[in-house]
């Protein structure tokens, strides 16, 4: 199983094309945050609050956490979609790998890929903040964001397994990765603040498990900022902007806490693995 991970390891950092591509999701939320929706929304928080800048830049750097996992872990399952386009897959079932052997090493490379591109994606956020003259984040904070980082991958990686099974086209899957890179800044809230959104759209924002994930990025990275800019402002305007923002999510009257959060990011996790792990099967047979 680790020697198979390896081998899809070399396979995706290889082909430096489906590494860019992989990124593409990142590249557009900061594409449009720097070109479009940057000067709006500071300005607009910069109205209300002292420090809007650092503020604004954490919350989107937040949202590149979030979307990351999702777009490299769907990257890195390109590999299965290949070898089923190839018949590589047939070989190796012929072979002495075991079914479960097989998957485990695809889950095990996306896990690897998701993190090592995550991980990246923090330290070139460490470097834009230093640049830009922000504090660091502590070493509390980036222990704690490296925790997130984890639960965020592993469910990404989920999703994105599910999605694969069903698939064995190389254009189907092109095509289904133009789409989720385009639109997971959507159903994330990253391209526009959950509160301007009409009630239903927050719904789904809200119960779309990687938006969770991009809510505990920005309770870490954004915990700061938002001490400094609401410094001497009453708690109710700091309650309102944290569910504007989506810092926290507010569904049927009921907020979710931090280890909701968490949880609900395992569960998913767990939920769309069995799912993925049994269409892999019965289309096996």
């Not at 002292?50 to 996992?69: N, Y």
Request: hydrophobic residues 50%.
């Amino acid at each position: 199983m680790i020697s198979f991970a390896k081998r899809n390891l070399k396979v995706y950092f290889r082909d430096k094309s489906s590494v860019f591509f992989s990124l593409l999701a990142v590249l557009i939320v900061l594409g449009l945050y720097i070109l479009f929706l940057g000067d709006q929304l500071i300005h607009s928080v910069s109205d209300m609050v002292s420090g809007g800048d650092r503020l604004m830049d954490s919350w989107i750097m937040a949202g590149i956490l979030a979307v990351t996992p999702v777009s490299t872990t769907l990257g890195s399952f390109g590999a299965i979609v290949n070898d089923k386009s190839r018949k590589i897959i047939k070989d190796f079932r012929c072979s002495p790998i075991k079914s479960g052997s097989l998957a485990g090493g695809y889950i095990i490379s996306s896990f690897c890929v998701g993190t090592i591109m995550s991980v990246f994606a923090l330290v070139i956020i460490e470097i834009w903040f230093a640049a830009k003259g922000y504090a660091l984040l502590s070493g509390l904070q980036l222990l704690q964001t490296l925790g997130v980082i984890l639960i965020s991958v592993l469910t990404s990686s989920a999703m994105m397994y599910l999605v694969v099974s069903l698939f064995s086209s190389q254009n189907a899957f092109a095509t289904a990765s133009t789409i989720i890179g385009t639109l997971i800044g959507f159903i994330t809230g990253i391209y526009l603040p959950i509160g301007s959104t009409d009630q239903s759209v927050q719904y789904v924002i809200e119960f779309f498990p990687i938006s969770h994930a991009a809510s505990l990025f920005r309770k870490i990275l954004m915990a700061d900022p938002m001490a400094e800019s609401f410094k001497n402002i009453p708690e109710k305007h700091l309650t309102d902007f944290k569910l504007e923002m989506g810092v926290e999510f507010n569904a049927f009257d009921h907020t979710f806490t931090t280890l909701e959060s968490i949880l609900y990011l395992l569960g998913a996790a767990l939920i769309f693995y069995i799912i993925g792990i049994l269409i892999t099967k019965k289309k096996s047979k």
